[in-house]
């Protein structure tokens, strides 16, 4: 499970950081709300801690701004603030939790695999398509007009990244950040290792879509 831990007290978040990694989860961690707001637009964690006293943007204004672009992932809003008025209030930005500081890190912990537990919606889960292909989330699948294919996990995430953005040029370094996260080591070779087996996967499935080179830039998914 990934999870964006977005916390403005630096020993708070590291010891959060290091509680969630030994429980065996993927952890990307920031410490404002520009920050929280950068990482969480990439649409790719499971559940998202979001402090609301961030500096530079709130927690609130973070997660209003990310449900308004249709980023669905479950948050779970950290706050010292405990009174009925704000807890309804993250609630009604669309928080799925709330957690009142201080906590136990048992109480965290129930409380995420709680929301991840819950059913994702439709728009999460459906299938994506675009001209000739079509790809299915839920099974790692890419179909095309001369059949179908399985994915590995990285293929996929790279697949549906392309898909939501169809047509739009994506950078290196957002592709890496997407697919690998901010922390990852991942050298940029691995990129062009990755597309180059989504491009053979395009020819295997006889899409009319292909993966267009953007020279000093990055890659686009369009038609041939």
Not at 58 to 65: F, I, M, Y
Not at 141 to 154: F, I, V
Request: with cysteine.
């Amino acid at each position: 499970m990934r999870i964006l831990l977005a916390e403005d007290d630096e020993e708070l978040n590291r010891a959060l950081c290091f509680q969630l990694k030994a429980q065996g989860f993927s952890v990307d961690t920031c410490l404002d709300g520009e920050e929280a707001l950068f990482y969480g637009e990439q649409n790719i964690y499971d559940v998202i801690l979001l402090d609301r006293m961030l500096p530079h943007m709130e927690g609130t204004a973070v997660l209003s701004r990310l449900r308004k672009k249709g980023v669905l992932a479950p948050v779970i809003l950290i706050t010292a603030l405990g009174t009925l008025t704000d807890k309804v209030t993250g609630l009604n930005l669309g928080a799925d939790d709330y957690l009142v500081k201080p906590f136990a890190f048992e109480e965290l912990l129930a409380r995420i695999h709680c929301v991840a537990r819950r059913p994702r919606t439709l728009e999460n889960t459906r299938n994506i398509s675009f001209l000739d292909l079509t790809f299915y989330p839920e099974e790692y699948r890419l179909s095309g007009p001369s059949g179908s294919c399985t994915l590995s996990r990285r293929e996929a995430a790279l697949m549906e990244t392309f898909l939501r953005r169809k047509e739009q040029p994506l950078s290196r370094s957002s592709l890496l950040l997407t697919v690998w996260g901010p922390d990852s080591d991942v050298e940029e070779g691995n990129l062009d290792n990755y597309i180059h087996f989504l491009r053979r996967r395009l020819t295997t499935v006889g899409s009319s879509l292909s993966i267009k080179t953007l020279r000093g830039f990055g890659y686009c998914l369009k038609e041939k």
